[in-house]
């Protein structure tokens, strides 16, 4: 599931484009790679000791923990090499004594389905991955550019990450991950020795219990084997963990065999206190500000800039042109009641402006100087950006500009003006002079990355260029506009992909933490369905 998973993720990475080798141990996993395309060579149970000859760049063993520990020393590689073992110990004493650049990685992600028919598309995003920088706590015995590297690689998919030593990474796994699966398990087992409470209970129509028991249980049991490693190579941490929770358990039972009562208050405030904790509001993971968008089916009045009633919040949609960005933001916005902003609608707008002042010929150069000596930001340009009705306009000397910012000549010279760092800066600054007033869907190409880094909700939207090309030369058709062949409008896409990507300052790529969807095979409903049920997933 990882490993496809993983897979998956690199195939799908704006900026991956190289060759993808899976080894798989069945062929079931092979047939179900191949048929999904997610890797160039697919290798069935190979020699461990020959996969050097394949020139790999980087690998990543995603095995169970104790064949990792039997692969290591046999493998001959001399690229980076990580891994995604959930206990670290043995995986680490077992590289030590190898040549391999190896530093181990615990993407935390797991779950207790297999195979790759169970992988996640998303699987990395937004989760946390621990690096292992040595063996023991405090000392860092990874060399500094390898550790660089494995984050780096792990951020491209999205993933938080957190340096820890193999040590105390196994003790604190035990704790808060290992040790309260068993609990769960535990408290199942538990209805085993009053066998009144499951008769009774299967007898009633349904359940004779809330939410919190399910709650408690859903860990219970999960993946037999997958468990039995675990606590195979990290056994010590979590005895001390169930021991430690018996005796809270022993304290507790002595507590309430009191007669007086009153400790609970004390008691409950406290474990209150402690699962904050673990799991307060600033905390990333947990869905953070639990106040999201609150789903209203009407846009209303209240989408005027300024209004009272909007609350801050922000949701940033990047993605390459034509990836269905602004569709789709509008659709959300509508839904939720807040405002679409199109960046790059006022990057076009800011284009065209120059273009009036300037004419069709001025060089790069001449669009880079005016905001020196003319000052044209929106404002001191007579350009002027306004919302109708939650539709963005576009004024310039109170002229509304309306599909003028869309032709052919605006799009060839729209990276005059967003290659440079003072246009860049004022548009980011009204934007976010805009999310200080009120909800904002946000759609552009560095939203999640430069503009509102922080926001908790971001999106990322994908499409093969084909398909793009194909969008965009319906919607000129459509609209009664020149449409060039599908050929050279796939050219343009991949140019306008090309400069977007490796512009120096606010070039597209994938915001870490943000959600990716391809929107290649699905149509624009499927695209809103999926963010909204993210959205109400972490809300
Ligand atoms: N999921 C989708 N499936 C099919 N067509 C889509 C989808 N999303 C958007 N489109 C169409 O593709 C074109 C480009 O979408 P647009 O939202 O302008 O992309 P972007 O803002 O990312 O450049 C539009 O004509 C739109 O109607
Ligand atoms: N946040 C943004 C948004 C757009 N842009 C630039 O503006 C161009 C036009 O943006 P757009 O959203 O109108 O693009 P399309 O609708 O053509 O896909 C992009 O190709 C980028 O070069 C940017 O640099 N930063």
């Given amino acids: 599931m990882m490993g496809a998973s993983l897979a998956h993720a690199l195939r799908h990475h704006a900026h991956f484009s190289g060759e993808i080798i899976a080894v798989v141990r069945s062929d079931r996993s092979a047939a179900a790679l191949r048929e999904k395309g997610l890797a160039d060579t697919i290798l069935v149970d190979v020699d461990p000791t020959t996969l050097a000859q394949y020139n790999p760049d980087f690998v990543v063993l995603g095995t169970p923990v104790l ?4 692969m290591l020393p046999l493998l001959r590689l001399d690229c980076p090499v990580t891994d995604m073992g959930s206990t670290r110990l043995a995986i680490e004493r077992a590289a ?3 040549t391999l650049r190896f530093a181990g990685s615990h993407p935390m992600c797991g779950s207790e389905n297999s195979g790759p028919e169970a992988l ?40 938080h990450t957190f340096r820890l030593d193999a040590t105390t990474h196994d003790r604190i796994v035990a704790g808060l991950s290992h040790g309260p699966h068993f609990l769960s398990s535990a408290l199942a087992m538990t209805y085993l020795s009053d066998p009144l409470l499951l008769a009774k209970n299967e007898e009633s129509p349904c359940a004779i219990t809330g939410g919190g028991l399910r709650d408690m249980l859903r860990i219970a049991g999960s993946n037999p084997v997958m468990w039995r490693d675990i606590l195979a190579t990290n056994q010590r941490p979590i005895v001390d963990f169930l021991k430690s929770f018996r005796n809270e358990l022993d304290t507790l039972i002595q507590n309430a065999e009191r007669s007086d009562t009153d400790w609970v208050l004390t008691y409950q405030g406290r474990a209150h206190e402690v699962r904050d904790r673990i799991y307060g509001n600033a905390r990333m993971g947990n869905g953070s500000s639990a106040n ?4 209203t089916h009407e846009a209303s009045s209240s989408l005027v800039v300024g209004s009272e009633n909007a609350k801050p919040r922000i949701l940033s949609l990047d993605g390459p042109a034509g990836s269905g960005k602004s569709t789709v933001a509008g659709i959300i916005a509508r839904r939720l009641g807040c405002l679409h ?19 069709e010929q001025a060089s790069p150069e001449e669009f880079g100087r005016v905001f020196l000596e003319q000052t044209p930001d929106p404002h001191g340009f007579a350009l002027r950006v306004d919302y109708d009705n939650g539709k963005q306009l576009h004024y310039l000397n109170e002229e509304e500009l309306g599909l003028k910012i869309r032709t052919p000549s605006v799009t060839a010279r729209i990276r005059y003006i967003a290659d440079h760092a003072q246009y860049r800066n004022r548009v980011n600054e009204l934007l976010r002079e805009l999310g200080a007033k009120t909800a904002l869907i946000v759609d552009g190409r560095d939203i999640g990355t430069v503009v509102f880094p922080d926001t908790p909700f971001k999106f990322y939207l994908d499409a093969a260029v084909r398909t793009r090309a194909e969008r965009r030369r319906k919607e000129l058709i459509e609209s009664g506009m020149e449409a060039p062949s599908l050929e ?15 512009r120096k300052i606010g070039a597209l790529q994938i915001p870490p933490g943000a959600i990716l969807i391809d929107t290649s095979n699905i149509d624009r409903d499927m695209v809103v369905s999926g963010i909204l049920a993210h959205l109400q997933e972490q809300f």
């Avoid at 500094?144 to 792990?154: K, Q």
């Avoid at 902003?341 to 004419?359: E, F, H, P, V």
């Avoid at 050279?488 to 990507?501: F, G, M, P, S, V």
């Fill in 341 to 359: 902003a199109d960046s790059g609608a006022i990057y076009r707008s800011l284009t065209y402006a120059c273009m009036q002042l300037l004419g």
């Fill in 96 to 98: 030590r004594g190898t």
């Fill in 488 to 502: 050279e409008l796939e050219k343009q896409i991949a140019d306008r992909d090309e400069q977007d990507r490796n």
């Fill in 292 to 295: 999201l968008i609150p789903a």
């Fill in 67 to 70: 064949s990792l520990v039997e």
């Fill in 120 to 159: 996640v598309p998303d699987l990395f995003v937004n989760r946390l991955c621990i690096i292992i920088n040595g063996i023991e706590e405090a000392v860092v015995d990874r060399d500094a550019d390898l550790l660089d590297s494995i984050e780096t690689f792990w951020k491209e998919l999205g993933m």
